[in-house]
C-alpha cells in the first residue's frame, strides 16, 4: 500500500505528523488547507476508514496504524472542544520516502 503521511497544525500551533496507509488521504484532505476542528476531524475519519478498509481487502486484516492514528487525532481535537472557531490545518501531505504531494 502506499503509505502516505500528513503533517498537521493544531490550533495551540502544536505540528503533529499523521500517518495513512492509503492515498485516500489525499482525497479528504489539502495541503494548505484549513478545517474547522470538527470537520478534520470527521474528514480524517472517513479517510482512515477507508483505508483501513482497503488494507483489509488486499491482506485479509484491518490496518491497526490506521485505527490508532484516528484515535490520536480525536484525542488531541478533544483538548480544542471548547476553543471557538478551532481549526486545523494541513501543512503538507507527503510519500513515505518524504516526496510531497
Partial sequence: MPEMY???????GAIQRCY????VIEEFLAPGAVYPLA????RSRQALGIA???VRAKYGFACGSAADQL????AAAAGFGSVPEA????????RAN???R
Fill in 39 to 42: 470537520d478534520f476531524v470527521e
Fill in 98 to 100: 518524504g516526496e510531497a
Fill in 20 to 23: 495513512s496507509p492509503s492515498t
Fill in 71 to 74: 484515535a490520536e487525532i480525536e
Fill in 87 to 94: 481549526a486545523v490545518t494541513v501543512e503538507a501531505i507527503t
Fill in 52 to 54: 483501513g478498509d482497503r
Fill in 6 to 12: 500528513f503533517l498537521v497544525r493544531w490550533p495551540d
